[in-house]
Each structure stands twice: as structure tokens, then as C-alpha cells.
């Protein structure tokens, strides 16, 4: 069974597939394709995808990992679409993760000034939060995406077949970011989830069909109301800036993004608790509901200093000041840039 979801945007709106075997509802409109993808997913799905596109088809096979989501990569879409002589009508296929994705998309919109892509996501993280939106972007070594654009993909596909050869690790970074639109927004959905561990770790097609389709309606809601993060959609970073900054800590693929966000997610949990604003019970709520789905609650070892300059950088810092994705209480996130500098150092400090 095929769901299908909508990202309101006006003439930028675009529709969300959701279902097993759904890389057949694909639209290429007769426009000549490259498809973008790595060296871990393209010999486990490329030819399926393939089969589905015109013959003249081209293709970009990148290095797979977080290491290579560089200006270096993006060039080399961007040379193989200026070679191979593709214009403004081409259209740019992403076949991968989160990684992927915003690289594809980023080249899409620098190509001629922004040409159409469509976004196949093959892990549940890109599933559920970064393939719909329209962010885009690479990193950098003083911080994660640091450079990017907002492009809008012309399709989401989201097909659960592919998950079959996701690692466990993968798949478990991704119920990180599901995780996180329950603590955000929706309690209702984190009891849900509560009592569909074992169903959710075992990959019950079922559970995550609804998982899904739950995730990318969230976002599209909020995709719809606030395209560019100027107000509501900056809550969809709970637990990333603190996520972002063990990410760049810690030396980008090591600990994967949805891992960082699990641990970015308890500790601002715990900051919100310092603050008054959340109960304890709601801090180990959380924290239990991450570790049953395999996923660290605890920190790396970063000297607080060093984790305070990281979080700087964020993309979310205005006129200098810091600004956090906090819960007051758990359900119910709020952004902030009033957060004492103390307790601020004692979650970062009880966070190892």
C-alpha cells in the first residue's frame, strides 16, 4: 500500500511517496537525468532505479560517509552535469542518505541557478526528516553544514524495500530523529512509539509505514508554515546543536548524525530540567525510550570550553547570542536564547 503526502508550497509543492516498491511512481517528466548516488548504495540499488529511467541516463557515484559531504563532492556532480552538457531542463536523481541528498540537492540549486531533483532516500533517517524540506548543503570544518541553500526536491520517494539493506546502526540513527518529533510536538506519538519498540527494531513494515508517513506529515506542517526556519521550523533542531557540535568534535562520520541527535536530545532534556522547565521523570522518559531503540544518551568526551565554541558556530546564533531548542516541558518545544551560562555548563559537564 502506497501513502501519499503533500508539501503545501504553492507552485514548489511536491508529493511525498511513502510504501514498499515505490520507485515506479517516479516522474521524470522526459528530462534527461543524472543520478547521484555512493559506493556503498549503488551496487545494492542502482540498477533497480535504473530500470525505471530513460536509457540515456547518466550517473555520479561519490564515496559514501559523512567525510565526503564537502564542496569537493558537490564539484563533482556539478562537473559531471557541466561535461556531460546537461542544462537548465536536466534533472538531478538523489539515490542515498541524508549525505547524499543534500549533496544532490545542492548542486541542484547552484546548476544554472537551480534545476529540478527528485529525493529517493535509502536510509529511515533521510526517510523521515531530510529528505523533505528542501534543505541543502555541505560542511565545513568549522561546522556542520555551514554552506547550503534552500532547494525544493519536485518528488519524494520514500520506499521501505530499500531499508532491507540498511545496518542496524543506520537504521537505529534514524529512529533518533523519529524520536525527536514526538519529544518536540506530540506526545501522543511518543507513547505510541513507546509500545512499538521491539516492533520498531525488528522493522515491522506495518509500524514503519505509519512511523513514516506520522514523521513526514510532521514536517511537511511545519515545512508549509516556515519554509526558511525563520520561526516554528528552527524546532525540528532539538538536540542538533548540541548534536552538531559532537559531530564536528568528534571528526564528521564518527558519530553519526541521528546518534548525535539522541545524545543532543537528552541533553537538552536535562538543560530544560536544570531551567525548571521539565521534570526529571520526563528526562529518563526519554532517555529509556532512546537506549530500548540502541542509541547513546551519553557524550563523548569534549572539554566544555571546547563543546561551548562548537555550539557558536551554529546556524541558529543571532547578534552573537546563542540559541536553544529546549522543552518546556517534554511534547512541547520551545527556542530560546535566554540560558544562563551555568547551567548550561552543568549539562555539558554531567553529559560524559
Request: proline content about 5%.
Amino acid at each position: 500500500m502506497t501513502r501519499t503526502l503533500q508539501v503545501e508550497l504553492g507552485d514548489r509543492s511536491y508529493p511525498i511517496a511513502i510504501g514498499p516498491d515505490v520507485l515506479a511512481h517516479i516522474d521524470t517528466r522526459g528530462q534527461r537525468c543524472l543520478v547521484v548516488s555512493n559506493d556503498t548504495i549503488a551496487p545494492l540499488h542502482l540498477q533497480t532505479l535504473l530500470a525505471q529511467l530513460p536509457d540515456e541516463t547518466a550517473t555520479c557515484i561519490l564515496p559514501d560517509g559523512e567525510a565526503h559531504k564537502t564542496l569537493e563532492s558537490a564539484a563533482v556532480i556539478l562537473d559531471a552535469l557541466a561535461d556531460g552538457g546537461f542544462h537548465r531542463d536536466a534533472l538531478i536523481i538523489a539515490l542515498g542518505g541524508g549525505v547524499i541528498g543534500d549533496l544532490a540537492g545542492f548542486a541542484a540549486a547552484v546548476y544554472h541557478r537551480g534545476i529540478d531533483f527528485i529525493q529517493i532516500p535509502t536510509t529511515l533517517l533521510s526517510m523521515v526528516d531530510s529528505s523533505v524540506g528542501g534543505k541543502t548543503g555541505v560542511n565545513h570544518p568549522a561546522g556542520k553544514n555551514l554552506i547550503g541553500a534552500f532547494h525544493q526536491p519536485r518528488q519524494v520517494l520514500a520506499d521501505l524495500s530499500l531499508l532491507a539493506t540498511l545496518p542496524d546502526r543506520e537504521y537505529a540513527a534514524g529512529l533518533a530523529e523519529v524520536v525527536k518529533y514526538a519529544a518536540l510536538g506530540d506526545l501522543d506519538f511518543l507513547a505510541w512509539l513507546e509500545v512499538r519498540v521491539a516492533a520498531l527494531r525488528a522493522r515491522d513494515h506495518a509500524v514503519l509505514s505509519e512511523t513514516v508517513e506520522r514523521c513526514c506529515a510532521a514536517k511537511a506542517r511545519i515545512v508549509a508554515a516556515d519554509e526558511r526556519e525563520q520561526g516554528q521550523r528552527a524546532l525540528l533542531n532539538l538536540g542538533h546543536t548540541f548534536g552538531h557540535a559532537i559531530e564536528t568534535a568528534s571528526g564528521y562520520g564518527t558519530v553519526l548524525h541521528g546518534e548525535a541527535v539522541a545524545i543532543g536530545m537528552v541533553m537538552a532534556a536535562d538543560l530544560s530540567h536544570r531551567l525548571g522547565w521539565t521534570s526529571q521523570h520526563d528526562v529518563t522518559r526519554l532517555s529509556k525510550l532512546l537506549q530500548a531503540l540502541d542509541l547513546p544518551t551519553r557524550s563523548p568526551d569534549i572539554p566544555v570550553d571546547q563543546f561551548i565554541a562548537l555550539m557558536q558556530r551554529d546556524k541558529k546564533v543571532l547578534n552573537n547570542r546563542l540559541r536553544l531548542v529546549l522543552l518546556k516541558p517534554l511534547g512541547q518545544a520551545l527556542i530560546t536564547s535566554d540560558v544562563p551560562p551555568e547551567p548550561l555548563r552543568e549539562t555539558l559537564l554531567a553529559a560524559t
